[in-house]
């Protein structure tokens, strides 16, 4: 099992640019989460999934958009970029069906917007 | 909303024991986690607690008091490989989802 990937694992954008983060899993888990981490201030939700076809807004999920129009794929998705989302971005994924599940976390994508 | 408190950083010698706490409040609590993170990594699952008491994993404890808002990661044995930044998520009941929120990490450095 691969576990949790993400694409691009780097990537530099110009300010007003677009794309799209990608994240699959093969571990048949319902939750997916996207998360952005910066120094100082830990792992911060942006959107998260419980499920193929849902997604909710975290604690910062301004300027970010998401789908999960497949249950292994959590798209993660950058408008117009600009320089204040310059972050590490990680993809996770857990399941409920004991309370022990714990997240499993993706190697991370490193966004520079100059 | 909830509120996480851990300390920013920490020192220890190698081969001794050392103490994370991490502090919170939140409604609906539904467990509490801790995690490894390596420079330029992903953080890894170290440990579980959603009832009061110790929960112990080989060098790794954690401990947690519900009452209290209150947990700590309990490290024996220092190792130089141990030298990481250790994240506490308190997961809560959200709209009928249970979500991790996390607390902004402790450095740990190891020093010989």
């Known amino acids: 099992n691969a576990g949790v990937t993400q694409t691009p694992k780097f990537r530099v954008l110009k300010t007003g640019q677009s794309m799209t983060l990608l994240c699959a899993q093969d571990m048949n888990h319902e939750y997916m989460y996207w998360y952005r981490q910066d120094p100082g201030m830990g792992l911060r939700l942006i959107h998260y999934?419980?499920?193929?076809?849902?997604?909710a807004k975290g604690e910062v999920p301004d300027g970010y958009n998401v789908s999960r129009l497949k249950k292994q794929n959590f798209l993660l998705g950058l408008e117009s970029a600009a320089p204040s989302q310059t972050s590490v971005y990680f993809c996770a994924s857990s399941n409920m069906r004991t309370q022990e599940d714990e997240q499993f976390f993706g190697p991370g994508t490193r966004l520079t917007v100059l | 909303g909830q509120n996480i408190d851990q300390p920013t950083e920490m020192t220890a010698t190698e081969g001794a024991i050392v103490q994370i706490n991490c502090t919170y409040q939140t409604s609906g609590f539904n467990g509490l986690f801790w995690y490894q993170q390596h420079a330029g990594e992903a953080p890894t699952f170290l440990s579980y607690n959603v009832l009061d008491g110790l929960e112990e994993k080989g060098r790794f404890s954690s401990f947690l008091s519900r009452s209290k808002g209150y947990s700590y990661l309990l490290l024996k044995e220092l190792q130089m490989k141990d030298s990481a930044s250790y994240l506490c998520a308190v997961r809560s009941s959200s709209g009928g989802s249970y979500i991790p929120t996390f607390g902004r990490g402790t450095s740990l450095i190891v020093h010989p």
């Open positions: 999934s419980v499920g193929e076809g849902t997604t």
